[in-house]
Nanobody
Framework: QVQLVESGGGLVQAGGSLRLSCTASRSISSFNSMHWYRQAPGKQREWVAGLTSRGTTNYADSVKGRFAISRDNAKNTVYLQMNNLIPEDTAVYYC????????WGQGTQVTVSS
């Protein structure tokens, strides 16, 4: 079993930046892909960004050019750098790591004020 712990959320003004972290309880080098999702109040959870084991990144259109996903294998951590935040980015952000099984973190709240 792998535990994922997200951190880095908080309250920020529109135009600001945050960096989310997702730290795993073991090495992440064996995971095929890593992802960030978000869920806003009253909405379904949506995929935000993905990173494959080969280093390929993909982003939802709504965050393309503003968010960046990366990883640090030595720290067992995946990051989501979020720049130029807008109020519509307000949500609980979750990380997911996929390998033989899927693992999810507990989420971290991001609130963007206008």
């Amino acid at each position: 079993q792998v535990q994922l712990v997200e951190s880095g959320g908080g309250l920020v003004q529109a135009g600001g930046s945050l960096r989310l972290s997702c730290t795993a309880s073991r090495s992440i080098s064996s995971f095929n892909s890593m992802h960030w999702y978000r869920q806003a109040p009253g909405k379904q959870r949506e995929w935000v960004a993905g990173l494959t084991s080969r280093g390929t990144t993909n982003y939802a259109d709504s965050v393309k050019g503003r968010f960046a996903i990366s990883r640090d294998n030595a720290k067992n951590t995946v990051y989501l750098q979020m720049n130029n935040l807008i109020p519509e980015d307000t949500a609980v952000y979750y990380c997911r790591m996929s390998g033989w099984s899927d693992y999810w973190g507990q989420g971290t709240q991001v609130t963007v004020s206008s």
